[in-house]
């Protein structure tokens, strides 16, 4: 049977929703468990809100020094020249290593350390945050920088004739295209 390209789009998102439905089968089940309910709404030292605070804040000051890390070092290799992109592509190793061959690659260098392995051996927040930070700094500042300079790279014409034009220093150029 030949599907043309009305039924495709009526078949696919169909197919997705089956999908989806039997992925989260188990979720669903859950939401008519009494506990989950009452497991919700604890909020005792034991609940779940404390992980979820520590998460949030550890994600937002990690995306936060990355991305204005990923800038400020595409601005810098900005002013590098074009000869850098041939090696440039070489910033997007520790992305495509993976978080796990990464995590490998950590671990082993705390593992070999005594100072590093003993300051988060008791999970002090400190230490372990700013390992964990450190980690994926090291993995996604040169992710940022290169989509960055890519940007920066394919500023149309104009707007550059017009920086020039009117003796934009860095910062409102910066701030201004």
Same mark, same amino acid.
């Given at each position: 049977?030949?599907?043309?390209? @009305?039924?495709?789009?009526?078949?696919?998102?169909? %197919?997705?929703?089956?999908?989806?439905?039997? #992925?989260?089968?188990? $979720?669903? +089940?859950?939401?008519?468990?009494?506990? &989950? #309910? @009452?497991? &919700?709404?604890?909020?005792?030292?034991?609940?779940?809100?404390?992980?979820?605070?520590?998460?949030?804040?550890?994600?937002?000051?990690? *995306? =936060?020094?990355?991305?204005? %890390?990923?800038?400020? =070092?595409?601005?810098? $290799?900005? @002013?590098?020249?074009?000869?850098?992109?041939?090696? /440039?592509?070489?910033?997007?190793?520790?992305?495509?290593?993976?978080?796990?061959?990464?995590? /490998?690659?950590?671990?082993? %260098?705390?593992?070999?350390?005594?100072? $590093?392995?003993?300051?988060?051996?008791?999970?002090?927040? +400190?230490?372990?945050? %700013?390992?964990?930070?450190?980690?994926?700094?090291?993995? #996604? *500042?040169? &992710? /940022?920088? #290169?989509?960055?300079?890519?940007?920066?790279?394919?500023?149309?014409?104009?707007?550059? !004739?017009?920086?020039?034009?009117?003796?934009?220093?860095? !910062?409102?150029?910066?701030?201004?295209?």
């Amino acid at each position: 049977m030949y599907l043309n390209k @009305k039924n495709w789009l009526v078949i696919l998102p169909l %197919g997705v929703l089956v999908f989806i439905a039997l #992925y989260a089968f188990p $979720l669903f +089940i859950q939401l008519f468990n009494k506990t &989950l #309910y @009452k497991n &919700l709404f604890n909020l005792d030292v034991n609940s779940w809100i404390l992980p979820l605070f520590r998460t949030l804040i550890f994600s937002t000051i990690a *995306v =936060l020094i990355q991305v204005f %890390g990923g800038f400020y =070092l595409s601005l810098r $290799l900005l @002013k590098s020249g074009k000869n850098i992109s041939r090696i /440039f592509s070489f910033l997007l190793v520790p992305v495509l290593l993976g978080s796990v061959a990464v995590g /490998f690659i950590f671990k082993v %260098g705390i593992i070999n350390d005594n100072f $590093l392995s003993h300051s988060i051996a008791d999970r002090d927040s +400190i230490p372990t945050w %700013g390992i964990m930070l450190a980690i994926q700094t090291w993995q #996604y *500042v040169p &992710l /940022f920088a #290169y989509m960055f300079w890519l940007r920066l790279n394919n500023i149309r014409e104009n707007f550059t !004739s017009f920086a020039q034009a009117s003796h934009l220093n860095e !910062s409102e150029l910066v701030r201004d295209i």
